[in-house]
Structures are given as structure tokens and as C-alpha cells.
């Protein structure tokens, strides 16, 4: 099976802008999660998606948001980017019950200047 | 909530070695630990996961861990270093509190140096 896909790999936006990253599951998963990694903080948990509904939230301001299509397919965007945004951004796709794994994708680096 | 404290942010061994990168976890739930390797501009790749089976869990290339409740710690080891081995890994703890098993906290982290 093919692993989790992410695209863009490498993105770069000012201050201000708007952001869209996109995330393909492997075939079969319905449990897609994302992540914030940066030097400072380490890795943080975004959210998470279930069958098109959010199941579980971090500690993010509003900012940050998702959604999951029909296909399992997930999009997280970030409005009004701000420096502090700068960061690896990871996301991981499960089947979806249990203790499932979560198996994760290379990631899309975002720099905001 | 829960959380992750992984000793030492940078460990150095010799090849041929001996790794012990070592973690201690806070919950108040059994937990679902895992460890994860991630290289260099790549993504986090599983090692191992301890669901509440089998204390010591044994992963790829080597590395094992063991869950030990009374010390809540989940220590990784591998007991001869390789080059390729050097990288940085991650102990994490899944919270169910929000209905999920999903949501991952992890530790800062431990960077592996293999000299050869």
C-alpha cells in the first residue's frame, strides 16, 4: 500500500497570507490527525478526523482549522499566518478504531516571512 | 493529562554499542505507548507500540522496550549501535480522555549520535 501523501512538501508565505495542506491517507485509513512540530514547542497535536467529523481537538487557536472529505482526505488550513507558524506540519492517517496505530506522512514545511 | 518526559535531549554512543534512550510517562489510565524515529527532513516512523499485551515489546531494527508500571517508564533499547541508527526518537502516550485513542502527546525528544 502507499503511505500517507502530503503536498505541498515545502511552502513558503508571508504574514497575513491564508495556507491549505493537504493530506492522502493510506487507502482503507478513516482516521486522519495532524500535528505542529518546531524546534521550540516539539510535536503538537492539531486535531483529528473521523468519517468527515472532527473527533478531537489540541490546543490551537482558531486559526487553525480542517476538514476530511468523503474519501478520508483531509485539508488543514491556517488564516492570517503569523511568524510563530513556521513548522513542520504532520500528518498521520489510522484505520481509525482501537488502539490503532497512527502511520505518518514526510510533512509540509511551512516558513512564513 | 497526560505526559512525556524523555531523558536527555542528546544521547552519544559508539558504534556497537549499547542504546538506551529512556522515557517516563505520566497518566491516569493505562496507557498505549509508542516510540517513533524520525530522519532528517522526513516524517516519524513507527519502532514499537505497547497496548497493554506483552511488558517487553519488541520492534524494528533491533529495539525493543519495556513497560514497566511501578517506574511508569517505557525506556527503548537496542543492545548494538549502528551507524544508520543515528537519528532522532520520540516516546509518545495516546490520551483517551477525549474519546480518542488519536491524540498523541509526545515527549521534547532525544537525538541519537552513533560514533564510529
Not at chain 2, 502516550?93 to 509526545?106: A, E, H, M, P
Amino acid at each position: 500500500k502507499a503511505g500517507v501523501t502530503q503536498t505541498p512538501r515545502y511552502l513558503i508565505k508571508t504574514r497575513g497570507q491564508q495556507v491549505t495542506l493537504s493530506c492522502s491517507p493510506i487507502s482503507g485509513h478513516r482516521s486522519v490527525s495532524w500535528y505542529q512540530q518546531t524546534p521550540g514547542q516539539g510535536l503538537q497535536f492539531l486535531f483529528e478526523y473521523f468519517s468527515e467529523t472532527q473527533r478531537n481537538k489540541g490546543n490551537f487557536p482558531g486559526r487553525f482549522s480542517g476538514r476530511q472529505f468523503s474519501n478520508s482526505r483531509s485539508e488543514m488550513n491556517v488564516s492570517t499566518l503569523e511568524l510563530g507558524d513556521s513548522a513542520l506540519y504532520l500528518c498521520a492517517s489510522s484505520p481509525g478504531q482501537g488502539s490503532d496505530t497512527q502511520y505518518f506522512g514526510p510533512g509540509t514545511r511551512l516558513t512564513v516571512l | 493529562a497526560q505526559s512525556v518526559t524523555q531523558l536527555g535531549s542528546h544521547v552519544s554512543v559508539s558504534e556497537g554499542a549499547l542504546v538506551l534512550l529512556r522515557c517516563n510517562y505520566s497518566s491516569s489510565v493505562p496507557p498505549y505507548l509508542f516510540w517513533y524515529v524520525q530522519y532528517p527532513n522526513q516524517g516519524l516512523q513507527l519502532l514499537l507500540k505497547y497496548t497493554s499485551a506483552a511488558t517487553l515489546v519488541k520492534g524494528i531494527n533491533g529495539f525493543e522496550a519495556e513497560f514497566k508500571k511501578s517506574e511508569t517508564s517505557f525506556h527503548l533499547t537496542k543492545p548494538s549501535a549502528h551507524m544508520s541508527d543515528a537519528a532522532e526518537y520520540f516516546c509518545a502516550v495516546s490520551d483517551i480522555s477525549g474519546g480518542s485513542n488519536y491524540k498523541l502527546t509526545f515527549g521534547k525528544g532525544t537525538l541519537l549520535t552513533v560514533n564510529p
